[in-house]
């Protein structure tokens, strides 16, 4: 009897064990992020935040000491002055020493998860959140304004020195005081956005899920042009030289006037594919000296020349969805392998091997 | 594979329905009617055979094989076949519908966390899975994911004001609602019955409804709404059929029995 009785508990739990694992529960949904400073590099690469040496990757100190499975870092840490600032999937937004990761304060007014990383102004922290809102929070971590959007909030918003921009996942481009979060204006995009808009010369520049990219005068809000790209646009543009470059998801690197929005060029990296599959661009790339670099899905790097030929590609581990950083002569590329382990490769911009990381290698 | 049969038609099934009325939470409820609109003849099958099964428990020839056969499994198992064949019952056949419900859950399940879109991975995924001649991404992007008090990607809590904690109302309605399908589907235990086959009953209907109420609390709640909904119309279809024990609800009759 006492058998059975085990038996049957050890089908149930099998049962909810199953139920777990095919559902997917506790895999992450995000990819890495990771910010390159003169020095250091800091990693928000899951469950912790690592710091490691520039130079050779090696870590540092990580953050926090105790993990825990729902307290997840992705978004890019960023500096706000000798702050180093990290949002995480638990609703937290923590200041840091930059030096020993020893925590200075953190802003618990959130409702719901961090998806991108606040921007930093002079005087200001202004941090997205997934419960709709926008909050500004002083260098104390004290709380000065919030604006609620009507739809969750994934994009680290843009400024001019006296209007805030963001999108929104409720179709919006909004416009608020910096001073006052008081909405200015908003516009509608079509599609819920979540690609970081680019502000230059008085216009911002933004592409949405559907692929359809908007200039847009930042005064007023009104529209300038929009362009319907092949494939839907993940992250902010380029600009250099009068022209936009930016990745979509069919792995098209679209080179648009930004005078009119026509499309001048376009290099498909799917084209260097293994098979038809489109190999989407979900990251920004970078400007270089002789070039921009982007990375796709299928784990190809590739440099183009400012008119749209392919210089130099690099094939690495797995796919790259994050935002290519870049710093004198370093590049920083997040590789995610699974859901689960994401290292992170240090190039020299001609692509030469520097030094990687990941959680079972410590940096080499 | 799994993705494509699947996954695939039950998230734009999900996004259509969802368009359509304009709230996560109501598409949920009317997908499940749907789904069990659409196994009614594997539910009705199931019905017909623990009817029979139930028939059986009654039948003098089971209860003298029963008793005949106690010390001898193996003799018992043959015996009880040559019955089964004879009065063509298949006992397995009650666990079909059982088995694929548990895939409609899965995939139910996956279909809703990538519609819901949580995460940044979740929503390339989505973007994918959407038949672009069905469904525009513009149209179905946001979802309106609240559905009373609850969103519907998030386990559900009632927070009360002046209570710091909140209450898990609708993983308490699971408990009960399963509760109330697994004992009023299962037949009171007959004189003679084996004690194995009652006690299987008994652990069933204990955990069963612990297994889905734990599975609510720590899921998100457009699951938790799936189950209560699925246990409703499953009390229904078999109080429609007539083949419902409410008696087995009344346990302080039990109880007075007992102490006799």
């Not at chain 2, 009652?198 to 709404?225: D, E, F, I």
Request: charged share 20%.
């Amino acid at each position: 009897m006492k058998k059975q009785r085990i038996g049957i508990l050890l089908i149930f739990g099998i049962l909810a064990l199953s139920l777990a694992a095919c559902t997917g529960a506790g895999t992450s949904n995000s990819f890495s992020g990771v910010l390159l400073t003169e020095q250091n590099v800091y990693y928000a690469g899951g469950a912790k935040l690592t710091a490691l040496d520039g130079l050779n990757g090696n870590p540092l100190w990580s953050y926090p000491e105790k993990t825990t499975p729902t307290r997840l870092f992705y978004a890019e840490p960023v500096m706000a002055g000798e702050q180093l600032i990290v949002v995480d999937y638990d609703k937290k937004l923590t200041s840091l020493n930059p030096k020993t990761g020893s925590e200075l304060w953190q802003f618990t007014g959130a409702k719901s998860k961090y998806i991108d990383s606040p921007l930093v102004t002079e005087n200001l922290i202004i941090a997205p959140n997934s419960d709709y809102s926008l909050y500004a929070l002083d260098y104390d971590g004290k709380l000065v304004w919030t604006y609620e959007a009507e739809q969750a909030l994934w994009t680290r918003p843009v400024t001019d020195g006296t209007t805030v921009f963001f999108p929104s996942m409720d179709r919006n481009l909004y416009a608020l005081d910096l001073a006052t979060g008081n909405l200015k204006w908003k516009i509608d995009l079509g599609t819920s956005t979540v690609a970081r808009p680019l502000l230059d010369m008085g216009v911002i520049y933004i592409g949405n899920l559907s692929g359809t990219v908007f200039a847009i005068n930042a005064q007023d809000g009104s529209e300038v042009w929009k362009e319907n790209m092949e494939g839907g646009i993940w992250a902010a543009p380029l600009a250099h030289d009068g022209k936009l470059y930016l990745g979509d998801l069919t792995g098209r690197i679209n080179i648009i006037n930004m005078a009119d929005g026509n499309l001048v060029d376009y290099y498909d990296t799917s084209d260097d594919a293994a098979d038809a599959k489109k190999a989407a661009i979900l990251g920004a790339g970078v400007l270089i000296e002789n070039g921009i670099v982007f990375g796709n899905e299928d784990g190809m790097l590739f440099l183009i020349d400012f008119e749209g030929k392919k210089i130099d590609d690099e094939s690495l581990d797995g796919p790259i969805y994050s935002n290519i950083q870049f710093l004198g002569d370093q590049l920083l590329v997040c590789v995610t392998q699974s859901e689960s382990k994401t290292p992170l490769v240090s190039l020299k911009t001609d692509f030469r091997d520097n030094w990687d990381f990941s959680e079972s290698n410590k940096g080499k | 594979m799994w993705d494509t049969i699947i996954i695939q038609p039950f998230i734009n099934l999900l996004l259509w329905i969802s368009n359509f009325v304009g709230n996560f939470g109501v598409a949920i409820i009317l997908f499940t009617i749907l789904t069990r609109i659409i196994l009614y003849p594997l539910t009705a099958s199931q019905i017909k055979s623990s009817t029979a099964m139930q028939a059986l428990q009654k039948d003098k020839r089971y209860i003298e094989i029963q008793t005949k056969y106690k010390n001898d499994k193996e003799k018992l198992a043959q015996e009880q076949m040559k019955l089964y064949q004879e009065l063509k019952i298949n006992p397995l056949s009650s666990c079909l519908p059982t088995l694929i419900q548990f895939q409609i859950i899965i995939g139910l399940y996956q279909a809703m966390i990538q519609t819901m879109a949580a995460g940044p991975i979740d929503l390339l995924k989505l973007t994918r899975h959407i038949y672009p001649n069905f469904l525009k991404l513009s149209e179905v992007l946001p979802l309106n994911s609240q559905f009373l008090w609850m969103d519907m990607g998030l386990p559900e809590r009632l927070n009360i004001p002046g209570l710091n904690f909140g209450i898990p109302v609708l993983a308490i309605v699971v408990v009960i609602t399963t509760y109330i399908s697994t004992k009023i589907m299962t037949p009171p235990a007959q004189p003679g019955a084996n004690d194995q086959g009652a006690m299987m009953s008994k652990m069933m209907n204990l955990y069963m409804p612990v297994l889905m109420g734990w599975l609510a609390w720590t899921l998100q709640s457009g699951l938790a709404l799936y189950f209560v909904v699925t246990n409703l119309i499953q009390i229904a279809q078999y109080a429609i059929s007539g083949n419902v024990h409410w008696g087995n609800l009344a346990f302080w009759k039990k109880k007075a029995v007992v102490k006799k």
